[in-house]
């Protein structure tokens, strides 16, 4: 069966500092896969998408970028954190048409 | 612009009681609708979805949901609460875009339930 991996769970890093999110699946192959951000009182926002290694979309100009190295790696990071990008951060996979996600367990960014 | 709208921030419910969470959703084309449940600190569950057909869905948990066209609503409805249905429930239209559909969410219900 498949399954999707994110870590960290929870992560407080300062103001300026580096970030790497990592998110697998497993049981799979050519996933479509996402990035999310969620604030709070604010829903799901989608920052990436991608369907294919080294193929990103990206929703929201701002601080962040996503890369795909690998099929079923996907990777989100900054260069430097701001404060607004504190939020909780989910992964997640579809199959290759896209309908029904299965998202991963989270990642609580703080930035403090 | 495609947008789906849940008017109900918090529902405070009694145990046992019945239960509707709204959706309104924005969208020219027939929609794919979906409900997720999110436990604190926690990754959406899908509940349930509507593709096309029946317009009347069934979930897990107990949980159903009814597309109407003519209202641009899917509603979620249980008709006795459990109290581990205490979460937050998300509604959202998939959009296709290149290669791939975007879920456009609504911003959550978060859901109380009362002993």
């Known amino acids: 069966s498949q399954t999707i991996h994110q870590w960290p769970a929870t992560l407080v890093q300062p103001v300026g500092s580096p970030l790497s999110l990592e998110c697998t699946v497993e049981?799979?192959?050519?996933?479509?896969l996402y990035w999310y951000r969620q604030a709070a009182g604010r829903g799901l926002q989608l920052l990436f998408y991608?369907?294919?290694?080294?193929?990103i979309s990206s929703e929201v100009p701002q601080n962040l970028s996503a890369s795909r190295p690998q099929d079923r790696q996907f990777i989100l990071s900054s260069k430097k954190l701001l404060l607004s990008d504190s939020g909780f951060y989910l992964c997640?996979?579809?199959?290759?048409?896209?309908?029904?996600?299965?998202f991963g367990s989270g990642t609580r960014l703080t930035v403090v | 612009a495609q947008s789906v709208t849940q008017p109900d921030i918090h529902i405070t419910v009694s145990e046992g009681a019945s239960l509707e969470l709204r959706c309104n959703y924005s969208?020219?084309?027939?929609?794919?609708l979906f409900w997720y449940v999110q436990s604190p600190g926690q990754g959406l569950q899908l509940l349930l979805k509507?593709?096309?057909?029946?317009?009347l869905v069934q979930g897990i948990k107990g949980f159903e949901a009814e597309f109407k066209r003519s209202q641009s609503s899917f509603n979620l409805r249980k008709p006795s609460v459990h109290w581990s249905d205490a979460a937050e429930y998300f509604c959202?239209?998939?959009?296709?875009?290149?290669?791939?559909?975007?879920?456009?969410f609504g911003t959550g219900t978060r859901l109380k339930v009362l002993a």
């Open positions: 049981g799979t192959s050519n996933p479509n």
């Open positions: 509507y593709f096309s057909g029946d317009t």
């Open positions: 969208y020219g084309a027939t929609p794919y």
């Open positions: 991608s369907v294919g290694i080294g193929q």
């Open positions: 959202a239209v998939a959009l296709p875009t290149s290669g791939t559909y975007k879920y456009i």
């Open positions: 997640a996979w579809s199959v290759r048409a896209g309908l029904g996600y299965t």
